[in-house]
């Protein structure tokens, strides 16, 4: 199973960040996102194979924010790294 993940790098926090994926195997995914203290940013929901999403969520904090599929983790996962500038 594969993610194409693209996405803006966030050089200030409170930034709001766009997230765009593309999702290339696999029927269906339940997919979201959780900032480094693990509140959920983009709540589950599901995506299907040969579609493009688009989210936005807000950045506030530095850290790693975890991108997965609840269905295929822990093999289907993406990290998102927020520095501080």
Known sequence: ?????????????????????FIANGDHH???LT??????VIAKAT???????????QVEKVGDYHLECVLHRPSMTATI????H
């Open 81 to 84: 790294m927020v520095l501080a």
């Open 35 to 40: 900032d480094p203290d693990g509140r959920v």
């Open 1 to 21: 199973m594969r993610w194409h993940v693209t996405g803006a790098a966030a050089r200030r926090m409170a930034i709001v960040t766009m997230l765009s994926v």
């Open 47 to 57: 995506w299907d194979r040969g579609h493009e999403y688009t989210k936005f969520f």
């Open 30 to 32: 339940d997919v979201q």
